[in-house]
């Protein structure tokens, strides 16, 4: 029968037997499998688990604080953070198409998460032979089953490593759905802010800038989706949106007045959706206080924003995210 306190106490024994003395490195997203493979991992084993977080400088207002503060606090992981926010600005400059933009994301991503892992293997200490992810059941059904191992190749130039190093994978989650790991997650202590956060993508805030990326674009964007996301919890609608992108439409400049001058400024899109599976979604029929009250506050507090407009397009045809 199954109990989150089963599976907790069947991966813990499983994995301890299968890691022994050696070493293991889980890279976290912010997203909910990857924190809560980890919790899982580091109940395990210990301090023999070095999380890497990489900051792509794309994340919402608040989500590498959470990361670095709170998952800390619940798990006491070792937690390697990685800046490298400039870096992704620099490798996104110039750059407006949607698929161009995801690929670069993820290969300074790849990069910079190989960096680490190099770096973790060169320090004292017994050999790293794992890599932790959070693969869950739906992922292992639409892969063909497939398990087995990552290699990292060895183009950085550091010095004193074998050309390609493998490492084999543990994934805790594979036997699970969504709800089943959030309560794992809660049943380990994880917080709800994470356990139960809402699909984001990878490649972040990058994607929800209509346009090139700039730090001051997202900047701006961060504190609207910030208002937003505010908003929408008070009023109780987490669990009715699956999810809310926050758009900027940075090319576009519309005209307003505010106090007694005209402004030039751009639309920030609000794309409520609900949906089961983010393969459908519906736009979300909701309150229009919530809404009057999410467009006054961004207008007033955001500067360079004149316009909050409302995406009712239901996927099909239209995507979740507007890249
Ligand atoms: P779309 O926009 O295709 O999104 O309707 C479906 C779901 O996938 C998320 N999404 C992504 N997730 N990398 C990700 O990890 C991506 O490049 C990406 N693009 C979209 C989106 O947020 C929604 O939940």
Redesign the pocket.
């Known amino acids: 029968n199954w109990t989150t306190g089963n599976v907790i106490d069947e991966q813990v024994a499983a994995i301890r037997e299968r890691v022994g003395t050696k070493r293991a490195i889980c890279g976290l997203s912010g997203g909910v499998d990857s924190a809560v493979a980890a919790a899982l991992v580091q109940k395990a084993i210990g301090s023999q688990l070095t999380c890497v977080y990489v900051d792509h400088g794309l994340m919402r207002k608040g989500e590498t604080e959470q990361v670095e503060k709170d998952f800390v606090a619940a798990t006491g992981a070792n937690l390697k953070v990685v800046d490298a926010s400039e870096r992704f600005l620099d490798a996104l400059a110039g750059v407006s198409d949607p698929e161009t933009k995801?690929k670069i994301i993820g290969r300074e991503f790849i990069r910079v998460f190989e960096q680490a892992q190099l770096e973790i293997l060169q320090e004292d200490g017994p050999e790293v032979a794992f890599l932790v992810q959070g693969t869950l059941y739906p992922d292992v059904v639409e892969s063909g089953g497939g398990t087995g191992t990552a290699n990292i190749k060895s183009h950085h130039n550091v010095g004193g490593l074998p050309d390609d190093i493998e490492f084999e994978l543990i994934e805790p989650l594979r036997q699970l759905f969504k709800d089943e790991v959030r309560m794992v997650g809660s049943e380990l202590g994880l917080p709800d802010e994470i356990v139960q956060r809402q699909?984001?993508?990878?490649?972040g805030l990058g994607?929800r800038i209509v346009g090139e990326v700039t730090k001051d674009r997202l900047d701006l964007l961060r504190e609207a989706d910030a208002i937003a996301r505010e908003e929408l919890t008070a009023a109780g609608l987490d669990r009715e949106i699956?999810?809310c992108?926050v758009v900027l439409l940075a090319d576009v400049r519309s005209v307003g007045v505010q106090g007694d001058g005209r402004t030039y400024g751009h639309p920030i899109v609000l794309r409520p959706v609900s949906?089961e599976d983010?393969?459908t979604?519906d736009w979300t029929r909701m309150p229009y206080e919530v809404l009057a009250k999410i467009s006054t506050r961004i207008t007033n507090e955001v500067a360079d924003v004149n316009r909050v407009v409302l995406d009712v397009t239901s996927?099909p045809p239209?995507?979740?995210?507007?890249?």
């Open positions: 995801r699909p984001f993508p990878g490649p994607i699956w999810q992108p949906s983010a393969m979604a996927k239209g995507t979740i995210e507007w890249e």
